[in-house]
Antibody
């Protein structure tokens, strides 16, 4: 069974750094694009970035370029999304998605002073 | 970015009645490989989205046959032939022909 298991909820202060994770299992991790989708409270879905773990090819949505970094460690079938300096506006649910069909359970990130 | 415009944004439906959601894209979703990469997702309250339909009209495994997708080019439709209580949620169209991939605003389906 294909599974994407994300790391737990985070509460951070503005300016702090954060790295969230998504572990894939039940499929060949290196042969599917995997990415992150943001859902702000009560809002819709936005693709942020994707990575192909097989060769680390990476794409960022222009809206998120320079704001986050996507990475993957194929040795442990895990993808990551990181921020160097969080803002209150980063408060959202973040979903890991194996393109084109499987979603993780979501990681809620709350940024508040 | 390709803009995906859904209508309506809110859809109250009587149980057992049909429902239809429209999705229009700002440019053609026909890929250079000939495929049209238009998906439909369902997000039930408090849950992660789940893909229902891929490449316009193909139902995912386990998706009831009351869900169907159609369309071409820039104009697409999701239909529910007879709405059931478990269909309550928000429905999104999404294109992955052009990067960045983009979603529609979502259509909230509720029972009257």
């Amino acid at each position: 069974e294909v599974q994407l298991v994300q790391s737990g909820a985070e509460v951070k202060k503005p300016g702090e750094s954060l790295k969230i994770s998504c572990k894939g299992s039940g499929y060949s991790f290196t042969t599917y694009w995997i990415g992150w989708v943001r859902q702000m409270p009560g809002k819709g879905l936005e693709w942020m970035a994707i990575i192909y773990p097989g060769n680390s090819d990476t794409r960022y949505s222009p809206s998120f370029q320079g704001q986050v970094t996507i990475s993957a460690d194929k040795s442990i079938s895990t993808a990551y999304l990181q921020w160097s300096s969080l803002k209150a506006s980063d408060t959202a649910m973040y979903y890991c998605v194996r393109h084109p069909d499987k979603w993780g359970q979501g990681t809620l990130v709350t940024v508040s002073s | 970015d390709v803009v995906m415009t859904q209508s309506p944004l809110s859809l109250p439906v009587t149980l057992g009645q049909p429902a239809s959601i429209s999705c229009r894209s700002s440019q053609s979703l026909v890929h250079s490989d000939g495929n049209t990469y238009l998906n439909w997702f369902q997000q039930r309250p408090g849950q992660s989205p789940r893909r229902l339909i891929y490449k316009v009209s193909n139902r995912d495994s386990g998706v009831p046959d009351r869900f169907s997708g159609s369309g071409s080019g820039t104009d697409f439709t999701l239909k529910i032939s007879r709405v059931e209580a478990e269909d309550v949620g928000v429905y999104y169209c999404m294109q992955h022909t052009h990067w960045p991939w983009t979603f529609g605003q979502g259509t909230k389906v509720e029972i009257k």
